[in-house]
């Protein structure tokens, strides 16, 4: 069966939910290999790989790879595409992930293709570009296709693989080795999911009216274990921090579920939620254009509706 690599996101020695993800799509077109690049593997990330069907691990465990930006991991591919000849390589749609599958494209003489939200036989990807404006399907036709699939785009299902673990030893280049990391910060991890990782998104714009009324964003979130993203009108007020900003220079999500309240649906936020696969939009204007994007509209004050639908759903 064709050998599929799928770069493992990790953090804290966890293997992330879009990693699953990106397992359980390899697995429905061949076999599925993680890569885990970095310190941090342990028996227990062995274990979860091989839960979602990682038949082989490779491991680059080397701290040098994570000391350095972005760069490793792509060399670390490079070598890998060179010496097991995968059929495609998968990474997360992130900001990291993009970087390395354009990285990695130029290395390997491959096409790339990013920001896809679906992927089927003969890798021909489902894929959303022009800042969200147009789907189309797209297939890499030179080298190994590399696919950049976004987070949440498939449903993450256990079926047991091998895990056979195999470590490897990467050489980087100087180019590699070009910026290096000075300083990590960590980010408080709040009771909240991840924004770009999350099912659920419920996001308030303009419309919200102040950083105090952000509360009734929160609560409704809190009652669906959602995360609270925000429109660059409402960040840029300073209502809500701009690291929860969605868009097109905002963060990019598709949750089965994004809820906007207050958010006209400027082509500018749309291109960051429009393959959410559910939307419900709150407005007070019925010609808002988010309403052309909505699955489910209500039209009306969101003070009024948002705290009586958090109501309701924490009776249940
Ligand atoms: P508005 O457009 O002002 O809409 C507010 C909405 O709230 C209105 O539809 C109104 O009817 C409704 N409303 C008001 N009061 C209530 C109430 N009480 N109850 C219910 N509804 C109410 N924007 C982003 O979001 N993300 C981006 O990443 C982004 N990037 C950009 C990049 C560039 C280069 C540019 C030029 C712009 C970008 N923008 C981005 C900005 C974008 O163009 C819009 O200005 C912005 O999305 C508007 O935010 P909003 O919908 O919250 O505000």
Not at 35 to 42: D, L, M
Not at 140 to 146: D, F, L, Q
Not at 181 to 194: C, D, I, L, M
């Amino acid at each position: 069966m064709a050998e599929i690599l799928v770069l493992v996101e990790h953090i804290d020695g966890e293997v992330k939910k879009v990693t699953l993800e990106l397992l359980t799509l390899a697995r429905s077109l061949g076999s599925a290999s993680a890569v885990w690049a970095g310190p941090g593997y342990s028996e227990s990330a062995r274990a979860r790989l091989a839960e979602y069907g990682a038949d082989k691990i490779y491991v680059a465990g080397s701290e040098e790879i994570v000391d350095y930006v972005v760069a490793p991991k792509a060399e670390l591919l490079a070598q890998l595409v060179a010496s097991a000849s995968p059929a495609a390589v998968l990474v997360a749609a992130t900001a990291e992930g993009k970087e390395v599958a354009g990285r990695l494209a130029i290395k390997t003489d491959s096409g790339v293709i990013t920001d896809a939200v679906g992927l089927g036989d003969g890798f021909v990807a489902e894929q959303s570009i022009f800042g969200g404006g147009v789907n189309v399907r797209a297939r890499a036709v030179k080298g190994t296709p590399i696919v950049a699939v976004r987070p949440n785009s498939t449903a993450p299902e256990a079926s047991a693989g091998a895990g056979a673990e195999e470590q490897v030893t990467v050489a980087l280049s100087d180019a590699a080795k070009g910026a290096r990391v000075v300083e990590r910060v960590k980010q408080e991890k709040g009771a909240r999911p991840e924004l770009t990782e999350a099912a659920i998104v419920v996001s308030g714009g303009r419309g919200v009216g102040s950083a105090e009324n952000f509360a009734v964003i929160e609560k409704l979130a809190d009652a669906l274990g959602a995360a609270v993203g925000a429109s660059r009108a409402a960040t840029d007020a300073g209502w809500y921090p701009h690291q929860f900003q969605v868009g097109q220079t905002g963060k990019t999500v598709s949750p089965q579920l994004y809820i906007a309240a207050g958010i006209s649906g400027a082509i500018q936020h749309r291109a960051g939620m429009q393959t959410a696969k559910t939307i419900i939009a709150i407005n007070k204007d019925s010609e808002a254009p988010i309403f052309e994007l909505a699955d489910f509209g209500v039209v009306g004050d969101l003070h009024q509706i948002v705290p009586q639908l958090t109501e309701e759903v924490e009776k249940r």
